[in-house]
């Protein structure tokens, strides 16, 4: 298990590399001077001059990307002239609001798709099963962005149940500790403010988890129906089970395993999801930070980001990798 | 019931009466099994033979309420000690499965659940069965692999299903049906996917634990050589039809029926100069196209006109062998 | 291989498919407007109204005929994306599984990489990066898309390779130009159909997620997710000013995942080919 773990660690490194060689490429290959890009067009010959001494523009390449890489790694990313502040802290700044819109997001994808799934698959062929799948496919055809919109129209606008934009009201009372505003409610022993900050989250969190719904609930009902027709619950029938035993103790752990894979798979397109909905929504999370660094082309604090989103996602692969195979004895054991 | 038994001193085991089976498909019946009758008594070795298709896993299924109703039917009687099966509510069926009937299949590689230790995966059994407390459950799982000959069997029971070989995997799925012990155990070809060596092994531990515990056993398969060595009454099958079934001596030895003949053929055998086929010519007819009269009269070399004229009466020969068969062969 | 027409999927993705392709052919003559005339006199016109049968919006530029913009822009990016990631992604894909060894190893890792970014992102940085242009959206969209197809060819490269007829022809001399253009290739074309119908999909929503964000083709064109951007603000007032352009994404989408669902059925029912 332990031999699995470095192994896994290790083979993310090359990727790791290879990554952040890209975005330095990226930076490189841009049109104009390193040095142009990452300064305002306004900038004075001096900040240009400071500029190329900091990043070592007269230097040979290689040793620029060394520069760069140990800045990533020692969390210096440079500094925002938007806002005047270094770019790792304006993330870190920012992390809570996206990380908390992340997680009530998958919260709500997972318990809306699972059982969906599952029941579609338990009455397959039925009328059910037929509702189930117009649904999923109408989820992944959608635009979230179209459907953000929308819930804003009907929910917000005419009934007035949501907030529409926003993470918190002006003159939010509770105190921050965590940065999460449900969290710090709770803390704060304010559950009316949890419920408020929780009906700001409803729009977004529904927004990003409707594309997440449909290919979650597709994969739990094939992979529901494959474990039914696996012969071992067979063997469990004959053994006298009844039915909602075998379905609680053989049919779902293994349907579990291809549905723990594709809630993996979808954090890519959760990350992604959560850039446009937070920019839907004005969320002030990442997503918007870097909506708003692009729009005035505040190049380091775009690349930070870019930077640091890739390495959290491919972070967040390693360890849901890693989770997966403690999950399957099959894989414990033959990687371990 | 119907008909008088060879013994009567004792009742069987298990009996089917005129046992068909239907595929439906829509509107359409197809019937797959045709009126298939035969006993098994206490601690009885029987063998069910026939190609793929024959219809003989679905007889198997049908004894343990296994088949999906809505595509299936059942015609016919099959009583367990003199119960009829087909009456039994659900949990009572279900108090059977796995307890007084049990059941080994085909395939040890995916027949065991794949997530779960060998060991709980026997303690589930215990547990729908018997009101053994947690240690006594432990003690019998113990019990149980070292029957079925596990060195280890504390060890072997904290292993995963992947972690085991094809024989040892079958070794556990016998201990697992043994785990109540059974009446009738169910064996659905249990050693086809296995090695020839490894198939030995197999059927030894199933004939010295029927031997023991005075088992019935239905044994379903297409291995004659297997057949002829373990069996004590042996019943062919072909295209959903008992062409021929009795004492092993007498069907084996001395095949009546074309097709239990033409099967045997097909054996390896090592006597020189003995005329030998790889396979019968031919394929059995899909059972939505059954020819009238005899099913295999196609593919018999000693069929007449009069095969295809009507249903095949069956012959009766010393109270225990019976032919379906208008030219037998002894 | 028989293709069973009768299905709904079939159907229902077709008529779709066909309506939107129609309307991008066809439409500048359907409609007297163009996408760019502004009349502000004929701001905000409803629906079903004479002349401006989808309305018009904040500038009295007339909705069907920006519409008809949209799906052309849509359907050229997201073909183009397609074809350039499927050729190049299959051929990459096929040579991996193929010749296997260092070129494999090495291609393994590149592809690894990409697959590392999460999607979109790394289209939003290359247009950050350099600007907004119609060849950098299809780079943009293209980075990460021909990873599918060569993760198929590959596989499927590698089964076919120690297949008889393609061992016999390599021992006789054929060259490897030869066997990837005769044995390897012609076998890889149903199953890059069928990724190539999903990988369309996932293109148009995502050139409609960059046109929203403002990062797509220059925005004097008008596109389905600029047309929605713009038309956010006037939600409450003018609700089909972001209607009618998302329910041209959807329907063109919905089609193609229909579409791409049938044809895997008639391939193969039992497989899953991977949906990204």
Known sequence: ?336 | MPGTEPAEAEKPVFSARNLSIFARNGQKRIRIVSDVSFDIAHGEFFALVGESGSGKTMIARAIMRLLPRHMLEVEGELSFQGRPLADLPEAEMRKLRGGAISMIFQEPMTSLDPLMPIGRQIEETLEIHSDLGRKARLDRIKELLSEVRFAEPAKTAMLYPHELSGGMRQRAMIAMALANNPTLLIADEPTTALDVTIQREVMEIIYRLKEKHRLSVLFISHDLSLVHQYAETVGVLYGGVLMESGPEEKVIGRSAHPYTAALLNCVPRRRIGDERRSGIAGAVPSPLEWPPGCRFKDRCEYAGTDCAAGSIPIEERDGDWTIRCLRPLT | MKFDFFNLKFILGGLLLGLVLFLAIFGPILTPHTANHQSLMDSLVPPLSEGHILGTDHLGRDILARMISGARVSLAIAGSVVLISGVVGVLIGALSGYLRGTWDLVTQKIVESFWAFPPILLAIAILAFFGQSLTNVILALTIQRWIPYSRMARAQAMVLRSRAYVEASSVMGGGLAWILRRHILPNLMASAIIVGTFSMATAILAEASLSFLGLGVPPQIATWGGMLAEGRSYITRAWWLAVMPGVGIFITVLSLNLLGDWLRDQYDPKKNLNLV
């Open chain 1, 1 to 336: 298990m332990l031999n699995f773990i470095v192994s896994r660690v290790l083979g993310a490194i090359p990727v790791l590399l290879i990554v952040t060689m890209a975005i330095f490429g990226l930076l490189r290959l841009a049109p104009g001077d390193a040095a142009d890009l990452l300064l305002p067009d306004d900038a004075t010959d001096e900040q240009v001059e400071e500029m190329r001494e900091a990043w070592g523009l007269d230097r040979p390449v290689w040793e620029q990307y060394g520069r760069f890489l140990g800045n990533l790694a020692s969390f210096d990313l440079g500094e925002s002239y938007r806002y005047r502040a270094p770019v790792f802290d304006l993330i870190l700044d920012r992390l809570p609001a996206t990380l908390e819109l992340s997680f009530y997001a998958l919260l709500v994808a997972i318990l809306v798709s699972v059982p969906l799934g599952m029941i579609a698959a338990l009455n397959k062929g039925k009328i059910i099963d037929a509702l189930v799948s117009v649904f999923s496919i109408s989820g992944v055809s959608a635009p979230s962005f179209w459907i953000g919109i929308l819930l804003v129209l009907f929910l917000s606008g005419y009934m007035n149940l949501f907030p529409s934009s926003g993470r918190v009201p002006y003159g939010w009372p509770v105190p921050e500790v965590t940065g999460f505003v449900t969290l710090d409610a709770l803390l704060a022993g304010a559950f009316d403010k949890f419920v408020e900050g929780l009906s700001y989250l409803a729009l977004p969190a529904l927004t990003l988890a409707f594309a997440m719904i449909g290919i979650i609930s597709r994969i739990t009902r094939s992979s529901v129906i494959d474990a039914g027709q696996e012969e071992h619950v067979f063997t469990a029938v004959a053994k006298g089970m009844t039915r909602r035993a075998i379905v609680r103790r053989h049919l779902m752990p293994n349907a579990a395993i291809p549905i723990i894979t594709i809630i993996g798979l979808e954090l890519g397109a959760l990350i992604s999801g959560s850039i446009i909905v937070e920019v839907v929504f004005s969320w002030p999370g990442i997503g918007t930070l870097l909506f708003q660094a692009i729009s005035v082309r505040d190049m380091p604090l775009t690349t930070g980001i870019v930077a640091s989103y890739t390495v959290f996602f491919i972070l967040l692969n390693l360890m849901i990798d890693i989770v997966y195979t403690m999950f399957d004895p099959r894989l414990r054991s033959n990687k371990g």
